[in-house]
C-alpha cells in the first residue's frame, strides 16, 4: 500500500499504522478514507495529498 504526502506540511500518511485520532484502522488504503478525512496534523483535505515516490 502506498504512503500519501500532506501537500502542504509535510506529514505522510502510512496504510499499515491508519490514524488512529480519527479511528482510522490499521491497513486502510488512503483510497478508502472518508471523503470527510482530513490531516491530522494541519487539518487539509484529502484533495491536499500525493503519493510518496
Known sequence: MKKYKCNVCGYVYD?????????????????NLPGTWTCPVCGASKDDFSPED
Open 15 to 31: 496504510p499499515e499504522n491508519g490514524d488512529p485520532s480519527q479511528n482510522i484502522p490499521p491497513g486502510t488504503p488512503f483510497e
